[in-house]
């Protein structure tokens, strides 16, 4: 009997038992595909690759254990009455009872994802850490036109474009409080952020601030996703917020939140909590209901548009002994730093940025803290090239300033920066430079400021730190160019004292047989070291012969990523001395 036969009326083992297409996962459930789908999104239940195909290669496969979870699911019956309670709506449209229908429309069940987030993240860490997606998503769809589009039969409801809005801004707003960004990168696709929160590095994606267009995705998927991502981003807003001690949600100033000025408006509700901590409990022994007690909060906030309460901390916000170095280095990079945010450049990017590391920053509008004609103000952000007013007290800089100087965490000079002038290459802080083997320019340059300041010396490029210790290695920039000018010196000298010695001798009329061959004998050497070098290659050939075929794939995929490193440094040195000669001649 052959090892793999089944008889018939046997049960399947192996993968076949452990293993199901989507087809037959669909039929199982009893469901429809797109509410299939839905469920294995919001569940996080993904296909498996099982080691042996039995259906074949062109159907996806899920494990067996994936689908009794999510039989035994009970949003998997909620879905089912949500389905049979349209089918009553549409029945009692199509039969023109506009009063059941509105009745029926009035009571339509509903379901939430809570339990679903505290089942696929027990802790709070394991949420921050799958944060990243979560983030890129929300900030995406808070930067769609906020009308209701009509995509393959699906709409984008305009309550979610705005409810991705707050939530995005509650976050950037605790972020800047509680000093927690890192690095950020300005790119085509968007502004990448990075920041630290209890340990976990997050990093998230914003597009930029213009028209989007919608492009031909299946927004059905991408909702889903977003139903999703918002739950868990709510409650991971409220735990941030609970352990800074601000009540959440916040209460935002309408005015300015008609200003679209949400991150200065969540700032100053940052800023009035403690207030309004104050005013709960005057009133405990009161019967006050929730709604006079938020709008005493609120009358609390109004009244603060003062320029001193702009992007401080709350003094029980956060605690200075938990602070560690490199956050109390990000609070006060711009301290004592005024800016002003002329109205062409990215002033929410700004808004959020500028705060986290200490600054103060005021913007041309309405609802500013202060105008443009404050005299405390040190930068003003420009990215015209001519200016209606210029004050000799104050820098005028581009916004890559900004974004730079976070990176380097110091204040770089402005005179690369200046109105007109082109900045200099803004350079990706998620790029290990050391690693990929070329170093910028510019970042040597900030290398160099960043010791000046703290003191030190750095050795010249193409040196390391152990060659200050011997200030002759100091005059030369490259230790391999300088062993190659050696060696040709020296068969430069040897060639002059075979000439002068061949002179000698014909002189003394020796014949031509007594001439030493010494040429001849370098070629010999140049010959056997060539023959060395080829010995070498065909050792290294038989290595990668007696090696098994999984390590030798490994050893080549090495290989050629080292050739593919190395090329791309020569492509980068090549263009670098190709605009430095254009330079010259021009």
Not at 239 to 248: F, G
Not at 306 to 326: I, Q, R
Request: with cysteine.
């Amino acid at each position: 009997m052959p090892k793999h036969y089944r008889p018939a009326g046997k049960k399947k083992e192996g993968n076949a038992a452990k293993y199901v297409t989507r087809t037959q996962a669909v039929k199982y459930l009893q469901i429809s595909l797109p509410v299939f789908r839905k469920l294995c999104i919001l569940k996080g239940v993904f296909p498996r690759v099982p080691k042996k195909k039995v259906k074949g290669n062109h159907h996806s496969y899920y494990h067996m254990k994936d689908i009794m979870f999510l039989k035994h699911e009970p949003l998997l019956e909620k879905l089912r009455d949500i389905r049979t309670y349209d089918k009553k709506i549409k029945k009692a449209v199509s039969k023109k009872n506009r009063d059941l229908a509105e009745r029926l429309l009035t009571r339509k069940p509903s379901y939430t994802l809570d339990m679903l987030v505290r089942e696929r993240y027990p802790k709070f860490i394991d949420a921050l850490r799958d944060l990243d997606d979560c983030l890129s998503m929300v900030h995406l769809f808070a930067a769609l036109p906020a009308v209701d589009r009509a995509v393959d039969g699906e709409k984008i409801p305009v309550e979610r474009v705005h409810n991705c809005r707050r939530l995005s801004h509650e976050w950037l707003a605790y972020i800047s409080r509680t000093h927690k960004l890192r690095k950020t990168f300005i790119s085509v696709k968007g502004i990448y952020y990075q920041a630290e929160v209890e340990g976990q590095i997050v990093t998230w994606l914003t597009p930029h601030a213009l028209q989007q267009v919608l492009p031909e995705v299946d927004y059905r998927v991408l909702l889903t996703f977003l139903e999703f991502y918002e739950t868990l981003l709510a409650f991971v807003n409220y735990k941030l917020y609970r352990s800074i001690n601000v009540s959440y949600p916040p209460i935002l100033d309408p005015r300015l939140e008609a200003l679209a000025a949400d991150l200065y408006a969540l700032s100053r509700y940052f800023d009035a909590n403690g207030k309004s901590k104050q005013i709960e409990n005057q009133q405990e022994g009161t019967n006050l209901d929730e709604s006079e007690v938020r709008l005493a909060q609120l009358h609390q906030q109004l009244p603060s548009n003062e320029p001193g309460a702009l992007m401080h901390l709350l003094d029980d916000g956060s605690n200075k002994e938990d602070e560690d170095l490199e956050t109390r280095e990000c609070k006060s990079l711009f301290k004592n730093v005024k800016f002003f945010l002329s109205r062409e450049v990215p002033r929410e990017s700004l808004l959020f940025v500028i705060p986290a590391f200490g600054g103060t920053v005021s913007w041309e509008g309405e609802g500013a803290p202060f105008d443009e004609s404050d005299d405390s103000i040190t930068h003003q952000v420009v990215d015209r090239p001519i200016q209606g007013r210029r004050f000799l007290s104050r820098e005028y800089v581009q916004p890559q300033w900004v974004y730079d100087c976070v990176n380097a965490r110091i204040l770089l000079p402005t005179d690369k920066y200046m109105v007109g002038c082109i900045p200099p290459p803004h350079l990706s802080p998620f790029v290990d430079n050391e690693a990929e083997g070329h170093v910028p320019d510019y970042a040597e340059a900030i290398e160099r400021i960043k010791a000046a300041g703290r003191k030190e010396v750095l050795p010249l490029p193409g040196t390391g730190i152990e060659d200050l210790d011997d200030p002759q290695g100091l005059l030369v920039s490259d230790r391999q160019e300088a062993i190659e000018a050696a060696k040709r010196k020296q068969q430069i000298s040897m060639l002059e004292k075979q000439y002068l010695d061949e002179l000698k001798l014909e002189l003394k009329g020796a014949p031509f047989s007594d001439v030493p061959k010494e040429i001849e004998v370098k070629d010999a050497v140049g010959d056997t070291i060539s023959d060395v070098q080829q010995m070498a290659d065909d050792v290294s050939d038989m290595s990668k012969v007696v090696m098994p075929r999984k390590k030798r794939k490994l050893l080549e995929a090495m290989e050629m990523s080292k050739e593919r490193k190395r090329s791309s440094v020569n492509r980068l040195k090549e263009r670098k001395k190709n605009i430095d000669e254009a330079k010259n001649l021009a």
